[in-house]
């Protein structure tokens, strides 16, 4: 109980309230605007946190992360151009119904679904992620390395256009990991002569250039695009006979979101999809889905908002991300000396508690600014390209720069936005990548310990009942999205 | 249709083909990237007897890349078992990268091989005032605004606000 009031007290000091509206806000504004994104408004904030109390940094990247994903649903709905890919499903609908002259009501389904998604994660993230913390701190290095090793497999099936590109990102984001000195042996590992590589290399900068740098190049070819916006005049918050209609809807949207969420390297959009796709299987009226239907936004809205917690119950008891977004705030985490696992809920429990705070607070802020701002927010889609991405390219060159003030960070940046572009247009996706440079560490340092302990014998690692578990996980999710088609193909011969 | 199928990149439907060509191109890369770090990971020297049991520093990397290699070997045939999906990525990468875009590649590379003789403020407006005009802005006032106000407002945030530390380049000469 001290602990939760300590964490609590924390959040409710003036300042770090205005550090989580701050993120509440930039967070609305990147969810909304096409080509910007939660994952590329953390990146870019990481370096100029450090600045800050971490109690601060990772409550306003929380809140962040919570207002991102409401914000997609605006120019989704008044665009049809979902700012962030959790709100494609909310677009379906969502652009119907506005287009049918209630861009307003459509907002505030949007919103009011969204707070509570994400307001039930937050219970369960509370409850969850002490137990789970618990639980995790009987692992020993075998079942954590089981459990990466699960988290990694995870990414096959993470939203993506393919699972065999997704995999092979992420075994180079863990092999990007081994860069530098070995620290069991003291051995410096490709390091190509280049002195700056001795520390391995530098998490923040790739990211800022995969977000970042990539996305820019992407949106240089549609610079001239014209866009049919719609101006929302208000926000329609619905009314009690409108939410008791949809409350099945909501409720079991809530539930499938955490519970995907919770999932490793699953995140918001997949909980999205898999929201609108059950609301429309539950639904009395599923010919009118893709026509305006109310069920058809509050099923993925509430469904991604409430994977946002749900990502966040692995990510603080584990130290496992449960979608890219919180990878980026894990890294954050440890770069503010944090040491995301259960170790983070023994040591610094009060950090669980902050961040319950902050996200309870950024969940009511987005609907307070959807319900003050929407109109605001629907202008932001003016603002020119040529304007907007050399912006986020003058905040990626200092991001990056002064993460360490080496300039050799902004050559590793740009190298991997450029290489990012070209790996996106044949079907790669950087969160998998991103995946794998943060766990790498962790894989390796657990692999390694294992086989110490039995004596360099893979097959002892069996002797784990935990281990394997997760290595029976690790088999399903790495054949699951191909068992349709490896089933075509042998019904076609 | 015979000419056309030839300059198609994409695989037919009919799955005469046995490899998708484009996928075939980068699983060589991949494995020509792969054979070159296992080749540099048999260059790490051995742990010293004296840590005892460890595994040696070469052990995890070399598994990763057999693991990319196997990876990439099945990506030029992951067109048969997984179509629609590669389908789709085929729409995308037959779209040439347009000239813009190799441009602004060309723009970010030489502005940042300049910043450090620039520093940080000229480097900004650099590259507030390149990128609309050669984006195509027409409007220049709102070019030369946006130039001189939004660096000004960044350098502001984060040298006085933030106290970040922003090199001066050439301007420290100026003084």
Redesign the interface.
Known sequence: MDDVLKGLSLIFEFKNIMVIFAGVLIGVLVGALPGLSSPMAIALLMP?TI?LDPVAAISMMAALYCAGTFGGSITAILINAPGAPPAVATALDGYQMAKKGEPGRALGLAAVSSVIGGMISIVIFLFATPLLAELALKFGPIEYFGLALFALSMLASMSG?????N??AG??G??IS?VGV?L??G?E??E?GIPELSEGIKFVPVLIGLFA?SE??TQ??T??DAVERMNAKALRLPTIAELKALKGTILRSSGLGTFIGILPAEGSTVAAMMGYNEAKRFSKTPELFGTGCAEGIVGPEAANNAAAGGAMVPTLALGIPGSGTTALILAALVMHGFRPGPYLITETPHMVYAIFGAMFIANIGFLGIGLVGAKFFSMITFI????L???V???S??GS??YS?A?FD??VM?LSG?IG?FAL???FSPAPLVMGLILGGML?ET??QS??IY??NFFKFFDSGVFVFFFILTIISLST??WG??RR?FKKK | MSDQSSHNLAPEKSGAKMFHR?DLW?ASI?IAFGAF?YY??TK??S??MV?G?????????RI??V??IV??C??PI?F????E??E??DK??NEK??P??WI??VM??TI?SL??FLG?AL??FV??IV??LV???KNYI?VAI?AVV??ML?YLL?HEV?????EPGVLEYLK
Do not use: C
Not at chain 2, 53 to 61: G, I, K, R, S, W
């Open positions: 100029f600045s256009k393919s699972s065999i590109r995999l092979i075994v180079t863990v092999l081994t070995h069991a042996t051995v590992r490709f190509f740098i820019l190049l240089s070819k610079l001239n020119p390209k040529r304007f991405w050399p912006s390219l003058i905040f060159l200092i720069y002064s003030s300039f902004v050559w740009l450029i572009y247009r044949n079907g390796e692999f390694t086989m110490v004596d360099s999205p191909f088609n490896i193909l | 484009k980068l991949l770090m540099e990971a790490f020297p742990a010293p840590l049991d460890t595994l040696n520093a070469d052990v995890f990397p990763l890349v693991m990319l990876l990439a099945i990506l992951e048969k078992i997984t179509p999906k590669i789709k990525i995308e990468r990268t347009i813009i875009t602004t590649i970010i590379l940042v910043s450090s940080a480097t900004m590259t507030a990128f609309p984006w195509g802005e709102a946006y939004f660096p960044v984060f933030l106290g970040l530390y922003m």
